[in-house]
């Protein structure tokens, strides 16, 4: 894939404002719950008081958005989960103190929100405790950062290349899925886009 056909940094949005709205919904009188479903169950960076398994019905994981940032570069873009609307998603929900939960949006949208491609939503959550209203970073496909459907070339390509602030491309999707198969969760959709990544050489190095 050539840079050339990538496509282009979608306008900044206003994240401080889309921050202030998101703490208005949240009103600040209880706990702050958020729901992870690829880096932030293995790399919360946010303390919290109790998490659990959880679903979310509505929406999936997928691997179908443009990084430019986190994990990829706006000369070589990688890919990053994004919640899509249709079927469901196992992940985990996270309760953090009230006393403690803006700090941790500040933080989140640091880490989630440089550019504002996400469109937080409160999405309710099923535990084996019932169900929360959580906070979760989902993305329209009309968003210009939704990759659509990628060839083998240009998921290969991807894998071997994009690298960004937090890593690659290839270890954030690796990671993830080891966590998952760790906890018993399947994802059939990133088992097949992790068949196009670049064998591993001797030394953990991916092979042209």
Known sequence: MSDSTAPRPAPLR?????????RRQWGGRRDLWVFGYASLIWRPEFDFAEQRWAQVHGY??????????????????????ALLQGGSCKGVAYRIDRRHADHALERLWQREMPTGVYDPRWLPCRTERGTVQALAFTLSRRSPNYTG???????HHI???ASGRYGS????????????????????????????????GPLGRTDA
């Open 169 to 200: 491309t290839l270890d954030y999707a690796q990671q993830t899925w080891h966590c998952l198969a760790n906890a018993g969760i399947h994802d059939a959709q990133l088992q097949r886009m992790l068949r196009h990544a670049p064998p591993a």
């Open 149 to 155: 459907e990628l060839s083998a070339e240009q998921l």
């Open 60 to 81: 999936h994981r997928s691997l179908k958005m443009w990084s430019r940032v986190n994990r990829g570069t706006p000369e070589c873009p990688g890919l990053v989960f």
């Open 159 to 161: 894998f071997k290349s």
């Open 14 to 22: 206003d994240v401080q404002a889309m921050l202030e709205t998101t």
